[in-house]
């Protein structure tokens, strides 16, 4: 399972993928980084399936 993601000093998150404020992101830079988490979601879960 995934952490939360670290606070950024202003209250806004930052991006686990790339420790950006994720307020910051544009469209992009969001869908990239929201394809790369689920694709680390998606390999942990086959992961666990092969155990």
């Known amino acids: 399972m995934m952490s939360e993601p670290p606070k950024a000093k202003d209250g806004d998150q930052l991006c ?3 420790n950006k404020e994720i307020s910051k992101h544009n469209v992009s830079e ?3 980084c929201s394809r ?3 694709e680390s979601e998606k390999g ?3 992961n ?3 155990k």
């Open 16 to 18: 686990p993928i790339c």
């Open 36 to 38: 790369k988490i689920q």
């Open 48 to 50: 666990d399936q092969m």
């Open 44 to 46: 942990k879960a086959d």
């Open 30 to 32: 969001m869908l990239s």
